[in-house]
């Protein structure tokens, strides 16, 4: 009997993050954390190709974010924070998600993500009474969707943020806790004042940095897109109340252009506004990626007034208005932010780059179409044969030399078909073979990833040629 086409579909989306999965842990991109120990729920590692893509991803950011920005300065602030600047933020108050567990199998599950599902969309404000009250209203639509049974405890709120025993010598650790931070962007609130002494800052000025951020998550198998360990990419830009809106514009309009750069094809991404903003909030949007799972958000882009500035200045008791150089006026500044996860974008780019061809009869290859600059590897070097002493001592030469500029591999095993595969499975740009020809006329076979198309090159050229060939593919 054929397949219904719902569950064809549900098959080809769950096919597609499989394969993913799949190639991330046979290609040594992403590994599940602890493995040998069976392993350890929503944190993954990344393998030697998975921190080269994720450093290029950090490159590209902190090139468009700060390199070629006059009005944007970086920033690494430290993990562990001052415990008060998590109740000025509201996270010890209100940084909680609403859980629910499934009386049958015992499966914990977003209470907000259910009632999505039925199209139903809770307040991110609300209370625990109120958003069980929502719940009592719906549940009954409600199916777990673990087990397909339909019986609900009461909803509880449970903290994201993730404490530490540091400083605490008791066995207690719920007694004054430090936590590890749940956002990178507290960092930059509480380092705007050392930023605006130290450096010729104006407002309107951006800070930027990259860190880890820690959070208490429920997940269920969303591989890298939400972990409870994650690096984000934050921006926070300073501005005067009458350019927030404006400054707020731009912002979104750069974002959306940054993702089409990245080789994000535009049908993939759509914005997505929030319709229940917090009280501080002036506007907020995601955009957001078509992952295999669907349309779901993968970076925030927020106005959010005065809040954070003012919440710091009271809590901490340091003024924090600025003075503005022309008019002498003081203010606290209105801050926009974008907000991005490294795990998130890789999962994207990788959505994005992943492709399976028919390249004969019976015979598919898979090849990661990473843009240039991502690209982990930017080629590879073969000796046709291994074991051939000349071959190989040339391909040596050639690889010493492109290695003090690119990231390249050698690699003398198995024929040269299975080492075409294993490249165009890494994303590797061009393979570079050495033959016999190479020995008589000093030249080698580029192999293009994309279009498999060979080009015979003269070594002597070698390095030029790949770099135009990049820089070319890099340049927007
Ligand atoms: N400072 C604002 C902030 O942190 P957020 O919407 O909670 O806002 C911003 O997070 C971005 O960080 C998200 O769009 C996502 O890309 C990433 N992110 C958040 N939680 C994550 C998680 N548990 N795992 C991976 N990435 C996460």
Not at 139 to 159: A, H, L, Q, R
Not at 241 to 252: F, I, N, S, T, V
Not at 419 to 447: A, H, M, W
């Amino acid at each position: 009997m054929p397949e219904p086409l719902i569950n064809l579909t549900i098959k080809k989306i769950m096919d597609l993050m499989t394969k993913i999965i799949s190639l991330c842990k046979r290609r040594g991109f992403v590994f599940p954390s602890s493995e040998i120990y069976g392993g350890f729920s929503a944190v993954y590692d990344l393998g030697p190709y998975g921190v080269e893509l994720a450093n290029n991803i950090k490159k590209e950011w902190w090139k468009v974010m700060v390199q070629e920005r006059e009005d944007i300065v970086g920033l690494d602030s430290a993990i562990f924070m001052h415990p008060k600047i998590w109740e000025a933020s509201g996270h010890v108050s209100g940084f909680a998600d609403p859980l629910t567990e499934c009386k049958k199998c015992n499966g914990r599950l977003r209470v907000d993500h259910l009632l999505e599902g039925i199209n139903i969309f809770a307040d991110e404000k609300m209370t625990e009474e109120e958003i069980n009250q929502l719940f009592d209203k719906h549940k009954g639509e409600i199916k777990c969707p673990n087990c397909g049974k339909n019986d609900w405890t009461k909803v509880k709120k449970f903290s994201l943020l993730v404490k530490a025993n540091l400083g605490n010598f008791t066995d207690d650790w719920s007694r004054d806790p430090v936590y590890l931070r749940g956002e990178t962007c507290q960092g930059i609130y509480v380092n705007y004042l050392n930023v605006l002494d130290s450096n010729r800052v104006k407002i309107p000025f951006g800070i930027a940095q990259i860190g880890k951020a820690f959070r208490n998550e429920i997940t269920a198998r969303q591989f890298i897109f939400r972990t409870i360990e994650f690096e984000q990419m934050e921006m926070q830009y300073f501005c005067s109340p009458a350019q927030e809106m404006e400054e707020y514009e731009k912002l979104r309009q750069n974002r959306w252009q940054y993702y089409l750069n990245l080789g994000i094809s535009e049908k993939n991404l759509k914005w997505h506004k929030h319709e229940n903003l917090v009280f501080y909030a002036k506007e907020a949007y995601d955009i957001e990626y078509n992952f295999p799972f669907g349309f779901k958000e993968l970076e925030g882009i927020h106005a959010r007034g005065n809040y954070d500035l003012s919440q710091h200045g009271k809590f901490s008791g340091v003024i924090l208005d600025y003075a503005d150089p022309k008019t002498k006026k003081k203010y606290i500044p209105h801050i926009i932010e974008s907000s991005v996860g490294v795990g998130r974008t890789m999962l994207a780019v990788l959505t994005e780059a992943f492709n399976e061809e028919q390249v004969k009869e019976g015979e598919i290859r898979t090849v990661l179409k990473f843009p240039a600059r991502l690209a982990p590897i930017k080629a590879a070097v073969f000796p046709l044969l291994g074991n051939k002493p000349e071959l190989a001592e040339k391909a040596r030469n050639i690889f010493n030399d492109l290695k003090k500029v690119f990231q390249v591999e050698f690699d003398d095993s198995g024929n040269i078909g299975k080492r075409y595969r294993r490249q165009d499975e890494i994303g590797t740009l061009y393979c570079i073979t050495i033959d016999f020809e190479s020995l008589e006329k000093n030249t080698v076979t580029v192999r293009d990833r994309d279009t498999m198309q060979q080009e015979r090159v003269n070594i002597t050229e070698l390095k030029q040629f790949l770099t135009d060939k990049i820089t070319k593919a890099s340049s927007y």
